[in-house]
């Protein structure tokens, strides 16, 4: 089976441009998860879906982020005008809803480098 | 608010030897999830093990098993027989008990596995 698939793999654009993350997690799984990982701040979840639905999304450092989940099978996160300090690499993850303490499985990451 | 520490920025092992991280963790809660990921230079996130706190018996998966002291709030991860592509970073994680909550997670420990 298909594991949590993001992309680009990598990401280089230049101060103020739009970026684009794409996520299409495991077939079945109703929650989603996006992390970010710095050297500074380690891993830290940005927002989470359950059922397509956000959930908290108090990790979502201001508002030129913002995602959306338009079905089961794909979710955005995008960042409008993109800093400098957005670079990081950002996860995907996606876990079954149904039982609690349902382990989290990651996709591969974008590394996302902001000129 | 969680908060999961590990004081062990990095560690080094020979192989076909043991190895333990060390994660602590804070918190009021009274049931919740633990788990170790691994994230190899490939930058995967990869679960390790997984340990519910209302059970006293220890998680193992093949090599690696972890020592759950609920009272001491500590979740430490022994590692057996290890091996090269053991060589990662360690990250310890906490789960409140509630359906499809986020990770918190620790700073990290960078394991080396030497010949």
């Known amino acids: 089976d298909a594991g949590v698939i993001q992309s680009p793999r990598h990401e280089v654009t230049e101060m103020g441009q739009e970026v684009t993350l794409r996520c299409k997690p495991i077939?079945?799984?109703?929650?989603l998860f996006w992390y970010r990982q710095t050297m500074m701040r380690g891993l830290e979840l940005l927002i989470y879906?359950?059922?397509?639905?956000?959930?908290?999304d108090s990790g979502m450092p201001e508002d030129r982020f913002s995602a959306k989940m338009p079905n089961a099978s794909f979710s955005t996160l995008k960042i409008q005008p993109s800093e400098p300090r957005d670079s990081a690499v950002y996860f995907c993850?996606?876990?079954?809803?149904?039982?609690?303490?349902?382990?989290?499985?990651f996709g591969d990451g974008t590394r996302l480098s902001i000129l | 608010a969680q908060t999961v520490t590990q004081s062990q920025p990095e560690m080094s092992v020979q192989e076909a030897e043991t190895v333990t991280l060390s994660c602590t963790y804070d918190t009021s809660e009274n049931n919740y999830y633990l788990f170790w990921y691994k994230q190899p230079p490939s930058r995967q996130m990869i679960l390790v093990i997984r340990q519910e706190a209302y059970k006293q018996q220890n998680a193992t998966e093949n090599r690696f098993s972890v020592n759950f002291q609920k009272a001491a709030k500590s979740f430490s991860l022994k590692i057996s027989d290890s091996q090269l592509g053991d060589t990662a970073m360690y990250f310890c994680a906490f789960m409140k008990q509630a359906t499809a909550s986020k990770l918190t997670f620790g700073t990290g420990t960078r394991l080396q596995v030497t010949l």
């Open positions: 993850a996606s876990s079954l809803w149904a039982g609690e303490g349902q382990p989290q499985h």
């Open positions: 077939s079945g799984h109703n929650s």
């Open positions: 879906f359950n059922n397509n639905v956000p959930i908290d």
